[in-house]
């Protein structure tokens, strides 16, 4: 079984959070990984109706995509998760419950996002219409010390999931590719055997 | 990537499906499955914290079980789901949720479950003292056509165990397993074979 691990995108509205999974998840798949998406709003719809945006409700709601992602990271899945998380606290616990935790704060400024507006939502809440708006009418509790920084502002989404593979593949959740003469990526063979065969002896 | 399914254990209080759960779960792991088990009043405190045992709550708790099963299942792991679930309409938009779906009537008589009363629970609702009780103060829809019924009352637990693995295997959830010589089990060996020259290719 390969190691799962899970990917937190923690982010304001409109940083990127779901540009970036949509792509690294095309990524991990090119690496013959099993991937799951766990948006922030369709789990809502899910496992969370009913919740609001109080603290408590979003922090109820994040520890709920946390358990799901606990499950699917220790059955090998590689999981991204992409959920505003404005707290820091709530984000702690998702690490704690989940152990193989990579944290990516997908930054850009208040201005951009709200410039970007891919909602329609800035619109309102700057204009006073949304109470519990993150970094708006809520506090937004940035990542002091987070595994990488996408700076959306300023990176291309390619150069975002770029580093994000390179933590990955640095800290052994991914193995490094090895390049061949035409540009081509592939896993090291002896490396894929000697785990083939572990998982078949594990297994028998 | 070995094939995904869930085995829905539904049944009264006390009918067994916690112990039918514990030996699938170990029978399933012999066999080298990915296994994870979702204990409806385990699942219930970290998604479903708040909820009742309304109609509207108990269908709320079995769709959200039932999220979770889909996600795993889709990712090749044996889930075993073990909830009483009394309405068969939640239990038909599980298994159409899921696909991968295996119904099991964990089965005994209401007489058989009360004088059990693992839980002291059947005193006091018997004495009127917990309404929303299923099968005293609440339905309990039994399957109509389950895929397998264990007779708790009748059967000794590896025997309903054995009657769900042979259906596992008759369905090719599960690869049946020859026996040697000396009456151990072993998957067989070419298809092992060539379902991980499968993965290998395909993950490549």
Chains 1, 2 share one sequence.
Not at 35 to 48: K, M, N, Q
Not at 50 to 67: H, K
Not at 174 to 193: K, M, Q, S, Y
Request: some cysteine; charged content about 25%; hydrophobic content about 40%.
């Amino acid at each position: 079984m390969p190691q799962g691990f899970t990917v937190w995108l923690t982010g304001i509205s409109g940083s990127g959070k779901t540009t970036i999974a949509c792509h690294l998840e095309q990524a991990l798949h090119a690496r013959g990984q099993s991937v799951e998406v766990l948006d922030g709003d369709v789990v809502r719809t899910h496992i969370s109706k009913g919740l609001g945006f109080s603290r408590e409700d979003r922090d109820t709601n994040i520890l709920r995509i946390a358990f799901i992602c606990s499950l699917l990271t220790k059955h090998g899945v590689a999981v991204i998760g992409a959920a505003i998380s404005p707290y820091a606290e709530a984000r702690a616990q998702a690490r704690a419950l989940i152990g193989a935790f990579v944290e990516v704060h997908v930054d850009c400024s208040l201005e951009e996002a709200a410039r970007r507006d891919v909602k329609g939502l800035y619109a309102k809440a700057l204009r006073g219409e949304l109470p519990n708006f993150t970094a708006i009418s809520d506090p937004y509790e940035a990542p002091e010390h987070p595994e990488v920084r996408a700076d959306t502002e300023r990176e291309s989404v390619e150069e975002s999931v770029a580093k994000i593979i390179a933590f990955l593949e640095e800290h052994r959740y991914l193995e490094p590719l090895i390049l061949d003469a035409d540009g081509n990526g592939h896993r090291p063979f002896a490396l894929t055997d000697s785990l083939e065969r572990e998982a078949q002896d594990g297994s028998r």
